[in-house]
């Protein structure tokens, strides 16, 4: 999916390709207070397909994405018949939920399932379970995955990037601090 593309470019008309489709999105979806799955959905009225049809979302809030990971996570999505795929990043081993813990005005709750009290975490860092956030490089799924009223359905499967390939990108900080990386990275 190509999210809301303007037709323009410095005030003169753009030559997309002929498959290229402009949607429009309602002001109402335009907010940072918007459901991502609302967003979806209206553009998936706007373009009518197959319960099987392929859709991606692209967040431009992820620079550092490359065509070879997208083309990964589509092939995920293919060979596994899952309902979507969705690139993930590994905390480190430190933030591990074995670690997490809930304060309650009783004290500390270890907030994994499993462990009872506070005595119950692990001792080392290495004996933690590896978890992992989404990062928002890439979602894949299809069209029927909305089905489930969400865009990861039942069978959500995992593209695991490797940190440096991932950024956040919410403040005008870590905006400039991705594009330093960026100049480092790309400088000749």
Known sequence: ????????????????????????????????????????????????GEPSDIWLILQCTQPLRTPARVREAITLLQDTGADSVVSVVPLPLTHSWDFQLSVAWVGLYPVHPDLATIADL????????????????????????????????RDCRPLILEPHETCELDTELQWAEVQARWEREHAR
């Open 122 to 153: 692990p001792r080392r860092r290495q004996d933690a379970e590896q978890t992992y956030i989404r990062d928002g490089t890439v979602y894949v799924f299809r069209r029927k995955t909305l089905d489930c009223g969400n865009i990861y359905g």
């Open 1 to 48: 999916m190509i999210e809301y593309a303007a037709n323009t470019t410095n005030g003169a008309e753009a030559h997309w390709p002929e498959w290229f489709r402009e949607i429009r999105r309602p002001a109402e979806l335009a907010t940072d207070e918007s459901p991502m799955i609302d967003t979806v959905r209206h553009a998936m009225q706007q373009i009518p």
